[in-house]
């Protein structure tokens, strides 16, 4: 009996535990009568029967005792003080919505708030070093997270979440973690060393705690007290520390911005197939492993959640183990060690085991003496399954010069992507909208489609990222081609296709605020919410609509179809469908061709022979290479005017020169959904009008030009 939880003087929960040899029904029954008691003195809702191996559990609704769901799923087991609060606090229900997100949204990031006004206040590391106060607070919440699973014994003590609100106590768990290798696990998140070359250690958390007085502990520990049993939390404690505690200049100079799980899970749902939680479960009985890679994992989302969807999806009968399975599939690397030490106690947490999990470099090109790089010519690795969010901004290397000279983070990790995958291997990896859609990387898309079979495009919300960055993503599933299609050709005359899915709502406020929103129908379902299930009166759990949509036949949109905005206005278009890659090539844009001598270019007057006099002529012909005309990166102030006569650009993001008297024509291959699917909420114009306007608008350029150069 669980007596007075609430302070009410009442039996709260009634459990009645039996040996093995009596049935389970027989323990919940007689439970049952106990919670009745005599003359009905107590109120008891909960019963729980158990056997040592099986659960049964009902609760009383007005007069009778029911069954439990929580968020769909019928609950028979033990239950955390977070729903037995529901069940108390709504009497005439037996089913409920958990939805942990909205603390993580909300009150996460109060909390967080309230320890960087405390860190303010600590003189030393906590208050000057933005790294350090990432690092502590991570580590701390992962001791909590640690410490809620197992009780850390060492030397004579033994310590659980509740004894870790003094210095002395939590030195004592920190050394215990770095000095047994009982804990050799967890050790990596609590030491972190930056310098793989100096080996030095950067942050110790056990170093910090002691500079830090009791009071301010106390205070600490409070914070992050509030937190509830983070085992059950559907999101990336982790990442989200990093979003609320680090600058917007050092997550744009990383490029990283965590995909959020209400983000990662549905994606994954529709990812991975029947067939291919068969081809990994089957890959195992023949101990040639599946290999399933996030080249730039963050804190590990991407992976974590991966491992969860297998692991429930594998046949309960099944031998297979699942920790064994993810220490041999699955691999995680990122540029920053303290990501990888996240990763690590996440994938742990979830059940893996400890996963390959390390400091790497996915875009260098070579091995480093402080960084090991991904998929060299020495020493080739490829991989099965890659998910991934790139990173963003500007680069310092094209991974491969054949293919493209930018060096944008996006376009190279794509790159890289592709050339980790063996044939046939599929990945889901999200992109910026210019990838799939900027005229300038036409180029990318054409030698993407060719190498790649296009699965699904789904479109995120522009707000998926906010505050961070409002940059419009997609995820995009993609199957390696066994063998690499010699023309665009080839494709145009397939009957190839791919399924793609316009997000509208994700169960947040389209703004910055990214409150959640919560609404739902009378039927239970959400209004605002394409990616969560839901369930209906009944307890029936019911998939996302993205889901939803994904499994029905045909997977096409019906006439009837109707969608609204939060607003309750209808959006004109489509949502979702197929899109033929024979629609998607007919479109072309004008591309200009790469000069490759300079000299032959330059040498040819008749381009301006009537605009240049004698000393213009006579400078154009002594450029011969690029160093002749480029200084740090940029063209040369004086040879501006004349590459402008010459019909030459110079492209700084690209570090070539194109040839703008030759345009040629090439595809577009533009695979936005909203092109295909939105295309009628814009005003329709004719060839003819389109003509016209592009001949008033070319004119107006020409215009200007003869004024720029006049000035």
């Given at each position: 009996?669980?007596?007075?939880?609430?302070?009410?003087?009442?039996?709260?929960?009634?459990?009645?535990?039996?040996?093995?040899?009596?049935?389970?029904?027989?323990?919940?029954?007689?439970?049952?009568?106990?919670?009745?008691?005599?003359?009905?003195?107590?109120?008891?809702?909960?019963?729980?029967?158990?056997?040592?191996?099986?659960?049964?559990?009902?609760?009383?609704?007005?007069?009778?005792?029911?069954?439990?769901?929580?968020?769909?799923?019928?609950?028979?087991?033990?239950?955390?003080?977070?729903?037995?609060?529901?069940?108390?606090?709504?009497?005439?229900?037996?089913?409920?919505?958990?939805?942990?997100?909205?603390?993580?949204?909300?009150?996460?990031?109060?909390?967080?708030?309230?320890?960087?006004?405390?860190?303010?206040?600590?003189?030393?590391?906590?208050?000057?070093?933005?790294?350090?106060?990432?690092?502590?607070?991570?580590?701390?919440?992962?001791?909590?997270?640690?410490?809620?699973?197992?009780?850390?014994?060492?030397?004579?003590?033994?310590?659980?979440?509740?004894?870790?609100?003094?210095?002395?106590?939590?030195?004592?768990?920190?050394?215990?973690?770095?000095?047994?290798?009982?804990?050799?696990?967890?050790?990596?998140?609590?030491?972190?060393?930056?310098?793989?070359?100096?080996?030095?250690?950067?942050?110790?958390?056990?170093?910090?705690?002691?500079?830090?007085?009791?009071?301010?502990?106390?205070?600490?520990?409070?914070?992050?007290?509030?937190?509830?049993?983070?085992?059950?939390?559907?999101?990336?404690?982790?990442?989200?520390?990093?979003?609320?505690?680090?600058?917007?200049?050092?997550?744009?100079?990383?490029?990283?911005?965590?995909?959020?799980?209400?983000?990662?899970?549905?994606?994954?749902?529709?990812?991975?197939?029947?067939?291919?939680?068969?081809?990994?479960?089957?890959?195992?009985?023949?101990?040639?492993?599946?290999?399933?890679?996030?080249?730039?994992?963050?804190?590990?989302?991407?992976?974590?959640?991966?491992?969860?969807?297998?692991?429930?999806?594998?046949?309960?009968?099944?031998?297979?183990?699942?920790?064994?399975?993810?220490?041999?599939?699955?691999?995680?690397?990122?540029?920053?060690?303290?990501?990888?030490?996240?990763?690590?106690?996440?994938?742990?947490?979830?059940?893996?085991?400890?996963?390959?999990?390390?400091?790497?470099?996915?875009?260098?090109?070579?091995?480093?003496?402080?960084?090991?790089?991904?998929?060299?010519?020495?020493?080739?690795?490829?991989?099965?399954?890659?998910?991934?969010?790139?990173?963003?901004?500007?680069?310092?290397?094209?991974?491969?010069?054949?293919?493209?000279?930018?060096?944008?983070?996006?376009?190279?990790?794509?790159?890289?992507?592709?050339?980790?995958?063996?044939?046939?291997?599929?990945?889901?990896?999200?992109?910026?909208?210019?990838?799939?859609?900027?005229?300038?990387?036409?180029?990318?898309?054409?030698?993407?489609?060719?190498?790649?079979?296009?699965n699904f495009v789904i479109s995120l919300p522009k707000f998926?990222?906010?505050?961070?960055?409002?940059?419009?993503?997609?995820?995009?599933?993609?199957?390696?081609?066994?063998?690499?299609?010699?023309?665009?050709?080839?494709?145009?005359?397939?009957?190839?296709?791919?399924?793609?899915?316009?997000?509208?709502?994700?169960?947040?406020?389209?703004?910055?605020?990214?409150?959640?929103?919560?609404?739902?129908?009378?039927?239970?379902?959400?209004?605002?919410?394409?990616?969560?299930?839901?369930?209906?009166?009944?307890?029936?759990?019911?998939?996302?609509?993205?889901?939803?949509?994904?499994?029905?036949?045909?997977?096409?949109?019906?006439?009837?179809?109707?969608?609204?905005?939060?607003?309750?206005?209808?959006?004109a278009g489509k949502k979702y469908g197929f899109i033929q890659?024979?629609?998607?090539?007919?479109?072309?844009?004008?591309?200009?061709?790469?000069?490759?001598?300079?000299?032959?270019?330059?040498?040819?007057?008749?381009?301006?022979?009537?605009?240049?006099?004698?000393?213009?002529?006579?400078?154009?012909?002594?450029?011969?290479?690029?160093?002749?005309?480029?200084?740090?990166?940029?063209?040369?102030?004086?040879?501006?005017?004349?590459?402008?006569?010459?019909?030459?650009?110079?492209?700084?993001?690209?570090?070539?020169?194109?040839?703008?008297?030759?345009?040629?024509?090439?595809?577009?291959?533009?695979?936005?959904?909203?092109?295909?699917?939105?295309?009628?909420?814009?005003?329709?114009?004719?060839?003819?009008?389109l003509s016209k306007e592009v001949a008033k608008i070319k004119?107006?350029?020409?215009?200007?030009?003869?004024?720029?150069?006049?000035?």
């Amino acid at each position: 009996m669980i007596f007075n939880y609430f302070k009410d003087q009442n039996i709260d929960i009634i459990i009645e535990n039996k040996t093995t040899n009596i049935p389970v029904e027989t323990a919940l029954s007689e439970g049952m009568i106990y919670a009745d008691g005599k003359n009905g003195c107590y109120k008891t809702r909960v019963v729980i029967g158990y056997n040592g191996q099986e659960a049964l559990l009902k609760v009383r609704v007005r007069d009778s005792w029911q069954d439990l769901y929580v968020n769909g799923e019928k609950i028979n087991g033990f239950i955390g003080p977070q729903i037995l609060k529901l069940i108390y606090q709504y009497p005439d229900y037996n089913i409920f919505e958990f939805d942990t997100s909205v603390f993580t949204q909300k009150e996460f990031h109060n909390i967080l708030d309230n320890l960087r006004k405390t860190y303010r206040n600590i003189s030393g590391l906590l208050a000057d070093n933005e790294n350090a106060r990432i690092d502590f607070t991570i580590a701390y919440i992962a001791l909590k997270m640690i410490t809620e699973k197992e009780k850390i014994e060492y030397q004579g003590g033994s310590y659980g979440w509740e004894d870790l609100n003094r210095p002395a106590t939590i030195s004592a768990a920190a050394d215990a973690i770095k000095n047994s290798d009982r804990y050799t696990k967890y050790k990596d998140i609590f030491t972190i060393v930056y310098n793989k070359k100096t080996n030095k250690v950067s942050f110790d958390f056990a170093e910090t705690i002691a500079e830090i007085d009791v009071n301010t502990i106390k205070e600490i520990h409070s914070e992050i007290n509030k937190i509830p049993m983070m085992h059950a939390l559907p999101i990336d404690l982790f990442g989200e520390v990093y979003e609320v505690l680090a600058s917007k200049k050092t997550k744009k100079d990383l490029g990283e911005y965590f995909t959020r799980r209400h983000i990662i899970r549905p994606l994954l749902s529709i990812f991975i197939s029947d067939a291919d939680v068969r081809n990994i479960t089957d890959r195992y009985s023949t101990r040639r492993h599946v290999k399933i890679v996030d080249p730039f994992c963050g804190t590990g989302g991407f992976l974590t959640e991966f491992y969860k969807l297998l692991r429930d999806r594998i046949d309960e009968g099944s031998e297979i183990d699942a920790t064994q399975l993810a220490n041999e599939s699955f691999y995680g690397y990122d540029i920053n060690p303290s990501n990888t030490t996240r990763t690590k106690i996440n994938m742990y947490l979830a059940g893996d085991g400890i996963s390959d999990v390390e400091k790497r470099d996915s875009l260098a090109v070579s091995d480093t003496d402080v960084t090991k790089a991904l998929d060299t010519s020495k020493r080739p690795e490829k991989f099965d399954y890659v998910v991934t969010n790139v990173p963003y901004g500007k680069g310092k290397i094209a991974v491969n010069p054949a293919v493209t000279n930018n060096k944008r983070l996006e376009i190279n990790a794509l790159i890289k992507v592709v050339s980790i995958l063996n044939p046939l291997g599929k990945a889901l990896v999200i992109v910026p909208d210019g990838i799939l859609e900027s005229p300038s990387l036409a180029s990318i898309r054409q030698w993407f489609v060719k190498n790649c079979k296009i699965n699904f495009v789904i479109s995120l919300p522009k707000f998926a990222f906010a505050p961070y960055t409002k940059e419009k993503t997609y995820a995009v599933s993609f199957t390696k081609r066994d063998n690499a299609l010699c023309s665009l050709e080839e494709q145009s005359l397939s009957d190839e296709r791919f399924w793609a899915y316009i997000i509208d709502n994700d169960g947040y406020a389209n703004s910055d605020k990214r409150f959640a929103t919560g609404r739902r129908e009378l039927s239970g379902k959400w209004m605002h919410n394409e990616l969560s299930v839901w369930s209906d009166k009944n307890g029936v759990v019911h998939k996302s609509l993205m889901e939803e949509k994904y499994g029905t036949d045909g997977r096409e949109q019906k006439p009837e179809e109707r969608y609204y905005n939060e607003w309750g206005k209808e959006i004109a278009g489509k949502k979702y469908g197929f899109i033929q890659m024979s629609d998607v090539l007919k479109e072309f844009t004008v591309n200009y061709n790469k000069i490759t001598k300079l000299k032959s270019v330059f040498c040819d007057l008749s381009r301006c022979d009537a605009i240049l006099d004698d000393d213009q002529k006579e400078c154009l012909k002594r450029i011969a290479k690029k160093s002749d005309c480029v200084e740090d990166g940029f063209l040369k102030e004086e040879l501006t005017e004349l590459f402008a006569c010459m019909g030459v650009l110079y492209d700084e993001e690209e570090e070539c020169f194109y040839d703008l008297l030759n345009p040629i024509k090439v595809h577009q291959v533009n695979i936005l959904p909203e092109k295909y699917f939105r295309s009628s909420s814009i005003e329709e114009i004719t060839s003819e009008e389109l003509s016209k306007e592009v001949a008033k608008i070319k004119t107006e350029l020409n215009k200007l030009f003869k004024d720029v150069m006049k000035w």
